[in-house]
């Protein structure tokens, strides 16, 4: 990525690429979700620029995810945790869908409000 840490432009992307990157945004609705991103970025990295943007993207996204849930733990005890934990549960759907739909369409989506951990 560039110093202004744009997405890089949408590239063409082929059918089974586009099975990869879909499936690793939908990870987290298929249960596994940190495994199957990392895993894809791994073992596709070097073959495919976009299934490595999106697998990695996906990743920090659910590492993330786990560190905010993490983090409305101790908040349980002041009654504001269930909230918030439902808000980030609601979130990771959401945004989980939407990225797999703008992925499948050739758009290098970005996820809001990510920790950008695995560069």
């Not at 596709?44 to 733990?73: G, R, T, V």
């Not at 980030?88 to 959401?94: A, E, L, Q, R, T």
């Amino acid at each position: 990525m560039d110093a202004s840490n744009n997405p890089p432009p949408a590239l063409i992307i082929s059918s089974n690429d586009r099975l990869w990157i879909v499936l690793s945004h939908l990870s987290a609705l298929l249960g596994v979700g940190i495994v199957l991103p990392l895993i894809i970025y791994l073992v596709k990295k070097d073959e495919s620029p976009s299934i490595a943007y999106h697998a990695k993207e996906a990743l920090n996204f659910h590492i993330s995810i786990y560190l905010y849930a993490l983090a409305c733990i101790p908040l349980v005890f002041v009654f504001i945790g269930f909230p918030l934990l439902l808000v980030v549960i609601v979130s990771m759907f959401v945004l989980s869908i939407i990225a797999a739909v703008r992925a499948a369409d050739g758009v290098q989506y970005r996820y809001p409000f990510t920790l950008r951990l695995v560069k």
